[in-house]
Structures are given as C-alpha cells and as structure tokens.
C-alpha cells in the first residue's frame, strides 16, 4: 500500500528467510496467506510474484469497492463522535504526508483511509476486506500509472467525512461513488478493448485514402523495375 514494491516484483522465499531470520517454511506461510487474499500469486516454476492486475480485474476491483463502501455508508444510521474524531485525526496525518517528503506514508494513509473509515462505522469484517482491496488497488494504480492528485483525493476524504458528521448518508454515499470513479478514471487505460495488440496493431494498420492508394500505385511501378535482388525493393528503403 506504500507503493515500495512494483506489480510483478518477485518475493524469492530463500531472500525473505534471510531477511527476517526465519525458516522458509514460515516464509511460504506467509506467502501462502498473501496469495488466499488476493495479493500474490505463485507459479510452480517461476515462484512468487505480487500481482499484475488485467484490464477486467481493474475494474471488478473498481466494482467490488464500490458496492462495499456505497452499501456501508448507506447501511449506517449514525456515526459517534469517536469515531469523526478518529477519522480526522488520520484526515490530519494525510494532509501532513502530503506536505512532506515520504511518498510511501502519503500512498499508504491515503488508501488505509477507507479500512479506517469502515472500522469507524463498526464493520471490522468489512475493514478487513477493504484493506486487501486497497492492495490491490494500489498495485493497479502503479501498473496503469495514475494521474490522480493526493491533495484531491484528501480533500474528497474530508468532503465524505463532513457529510457522515452532518448526518447525511446519501450525500456521503454520493460522494464515495464520486471519489472512486474519480479515482478510476486517473487510470491510462489505453487497452480498454482487451486486446493485448491494439496498440501495435493500430501503428501497423496499412494506410488508406487516396493519397496512400497513390503512393502504392509508386511503389508498385518502382518495385516492378528493379532484381528481387536489389536491396533497394525493401519496402523499409523505398518509405
């Protein structure tokens, strides 16, 4: 959630043993742990990679947290003055990450941001869900390079919270699926089609019109005049 490890990064299982002085076996526990919660996975050749989330997986992660959080704020009938407390304190940390130089504290408050708003709203079942969600969207953020600002997306959380503090679920719930779609929508999602090719596709798509039937009609008429053999008959010499 700190964004220190990359979509794809390799968890070696003899590194992270040496690493926290323990036996592999608790290692691949762990790991074992991670992967049943979404966040990595494991190949019996390769080893153990964090994630790298496909186009449809983005946006069911995208869905699944909407019908979450929506359907929490929507389900509450009252918000203690506890728990408004302990959502701006983080709201204070956020702003205070944003100002600073830490990336990671920044990335992580700001996703731990919605665990914290479901355990204030009395779901710890949900806060724990939401936390794997939030992993793995983070991993999609970094692999389809987000362009959304922290500073917005504080300053939505804060928008969210003055609504559960006035007592206003559905302009909260209104403002949750905002934040999220706004959050999505800072993705490069420039493969939408689902197709892996598109974009190569798309620059080696032959020329049409006029003006390129005529510059076929060219290539023709000077192909045609010289040797196979000439090396000059490559189509990369005459364009």
Known sequence: MA?????????GEQQLAMLFDCSRTIVREALTHLAARGIVTVSSRRGWYLI?????EAREAFEARRVIEMGLIRCTTSVSKAAIKQLKAHLAKEKAAIKGDD??????LLGDFHVCLAECL???????TLRDFTARTTLIAMLY??????????????????????????????????????????LKLQTASGDPLSELRHALKPLSGPQADDRAQD?????????????????????
């Open 122 to 128: 009395g779901n710890s079942l949900l806060a724990d």
């Open 103 to 108: 990336v990671g504290l920044r990335s992580y």
């Open 219 to 239: 290539l023709h008429t000077r192909s045609s005049t010289k040797s196979p053999k000439d090396p000059s008959t490559y189509l990369g010499s005459l364009l």
């Open 3 to 11: 964004q220190k490890l990359a979509p794809g990064a390799r968890l």
């Open 52 to 56: 790298e989330p496909s186009l449809a």
């Open 145 to 186: 390079q987000s362009s959304h600002d922290a500073a917005h997306s504080c300053a939505e959380h804060g928008e969210i919270v003055k609504a559960l503090e006035q007592g206003d679920w559905a302009r909260a719930e209104q403002l949750m699926q905002n934040h999220i779609g706004n959050v999505q929508a800072a």
